[in-house]
């Protein structure tokens, strides 16, 4: 019984992406996920100084595969010092505009560049600011506001659910724990309409 249910779960999945529903339409929108590393690969390790981020957003297609994408992020990087990593936390709302740059003619991959605008909040160590041997840090939490360039790969998996690959590049002005950070991510789009 279980091998029968196992069967035809896989048999859905196979064959929903065979009639290709009409995709990238104006005014269709989907629900992203993402997630990925930042200034290089995570670990836990004391000594490694990157980071990760994930974030959701809402993307609007509009003539000719072209997108808007309104989102919500959240990024740590981390800083090493002794015996400890602090972390540096920026929470940021962005809004951009991602042209087609490549597309197949089924539709089942895209090639996308945008540039969006960012603002947001910093904040190092969580707001304490003295350190456990007694030093004191001198970046204030602070508003941060600026860009980013995105590249980005869509990949259909079926009509409503895209695989997101993506890079990026945030410049921001504001702080002063470095103004670029550069990103790699995966996530997933649900098609909503």
């Known amino acids: 019984m279980n091998r029968i249910i196992v069967l035809v779960v896989v048999l859905c999945f196979a064959l929903s992406g065979v009639a ?12 992203q996920v993402t997630g990925g590393m930042v200034d290089g690969i995570y670990s836990s ?25 309104f989102a919500a992020e959240f990024m ?7 015996t ?7 929470f940021t709302a962005e809004g951009g505009y991602y042209l087609k740059i490549l ?6 991959f895209l090639l ?4 969006s605008a960012l603002v947001g909040y910093e904040t190092s160590n969580w707001g304490e600011k003295t350190l456990y041997d007694g030093s004191t840090l001198r970046h204030k939490d602070a508003f941060i506001y600026g860009g980013a360039i995105t590249l980005e790969l869509e990949t259909y998996l079926n009509d409503r659910i895209v695989l997101l690959l993506t890079g990026r590049e ?18 997933l789009k649900f098609i909503i309409n």
């Open 76 to 82: 740590e990087r981390y800083y090493p010092y002794r």
């Open 170 to 187: 945030r410049i921001l002005w504001g702080n002063s724990t470095g103004h670029f950070h550069t990103q790699f991510g995966i996530g």
């Open 84 to 90: 400890i990593r602090i972390p540096v936390s920026q």
């Open 45 to 69: 390790a004391l000594d490694n100084e990157a980071g990760y981020y994930f974030g959701i957003a809402m993307a609007t297609y509009a003539k000719k595969g072209n997108k808007w994408v």
């Open 20 to 31: 290709h529903a009409q995709r990238q339409l104006p005014g269709m929108r989907g629900i």
């Open 112 to 115: 996308s560049l945008g540039g």
């Open 103 to 108: 597309s197949d003619p089924s539709k089942t």
